[in-house]
């Protein structure tokens, strides 16, 4: 069964009477009930698009964090053929959290790094809900610098909701491992492209989105701390976290008003997760035209590119 959101309950009881009239003429074509079912689905369908429509940022971030949002391995699925994870941090262990590896993208040889939230609960546990330690950022470092050395473009799919604040993160050196993953980003020699597929969360999605090129899909949220703790943080009360979501400016068109990303993929009405594969599809188009802008361009010349982009953000502000 779909899952829906709080704010989704209309066009819920509109979806579940379409599925059961549905039902009922499927098992006896010779009940009268074709008009009664397409004007159930056009309201349906009115009904989501009118939600849809208008948005508040609070809503657009419960549509990033839905379960059935396509994750990391649903775009590797769809998009990178002849993928190869490549594990471990060489240091302490590894972290599922985030994924990399070689792969093929329409042709081209690229490294792919992404969180990973895991689709189920024992897939979430598995990959501690997309919140990496420092192994995984350490990792993630490993993989760039091998993917410069073989003259490979990075592609990083980032959906978490920050990097992971436990202790054990914290005694290993979380803040110093997203800091070297951030400068790791800023030294490399070749493009990387990053696109916010769900939540970009802290400094632990900006450790692999410091990139010549940033997307985000049209109901991701981009943020420097999570709406709750912003809230939190702001007014020691997290139940404001909607009041948080609103005043952060944390939605892909905001972000792309203000220069932070460089582009916006529409998604279906009604979010990601309603056409997994036609979003898939067109997040590599997107991904595989900013790498080929890089065509022809030196090493220096790709670092300036990055290198003016961050610092631009700044001059603007």
Known sequence: MRTYLDFEKPIAEL???????????????????TEELARLESKAHE???ETYAELTPWQKTQVARHPERPHFKHYIEGLVADFTPLAGDRYFAEDEAIIGGIGRLSGLSVMVIGHEKGSDTEGRLKH???MARPEGYRKAVRLMEMADR???PVVSLVDTAG?????????RGQAEAIARCTDCCLRLGVPIVSL??????SGGAVAIATANRIYMLEHSIYTVASPEAAASILWRDSARAQDAATNMKITAQDLLRFGIVDGIIPEPVG???????????????????????FDGRSADEIRKDRREKFLAMGRAG
């Open 47 to 49: 009904a989501l698009v």
């Open 196 to 201: 916010i597929v769900g939540e970009g969360g």
């Open 128 to 130: 501690n809900f997309g």
């Open 15 to 33: 979806e579940s009477k379409v599925a059961e009239l549905k039902a009922l003429v499927a098992d006896d074509e010779s009940v009268p009930m």
């Open 271 to 293: 979010g990601a997760h309603r056409d997994t594969e036609g979003v898939i599809k067109a997040a590599g188009d997107v991904i595989v035209k900013a790498i080929t802008e």
């Open 150 to 152: 073989f003259s490979m």
């Open 163 to 171: 990097a992971y604040p436990g202790i054990g993160a914290e005694e």
